[in-house]
């Protein structure tokens, strides 16, 4: 086995481990900032699995994938942020 594909796979299982740690959050997250903020962990495992995957198999084309989902990950984190601002002021 190569040396990049020993990599790869121990990248695979931390991006595993690291996602269902997430998911494990926003199913059981007290608040609803525990619940958008592992959403908001998930979409960065997501963007950093598909650049690994660019990365080993050197290639672009998923590369506006990954800038729909970056825009889809501020887009929420502001949205978010704004809907509880306003719910801490009333």
């Known amino acids: 086995m190569s040396f990049l594909m020993v990599v790869a796979v121990l990248a695979g299982v931390m991006f595993g481990v690291g996602a269902l740690c997430a998911v494990y959050r926003i199913i059981r997250g007290p608040s609803i900032l525990d619940r958008a903020l592992a959403a908001d962990v998930m979409l960065a495992i997501a963007i950093c699995a598909l650049g690994a995957e ?37």
């Open 54 to 90: 660019m990365a080993i198999n050197q290639h672009t084309d998923t590369l506006p994938v990954l800038l729909v989902l970056a825009m889809f990950a501020i887009v929420g984190s502001i949205s978010i942020a704004r809907f509880m601002s306003k719910q801490d002021a009333a």
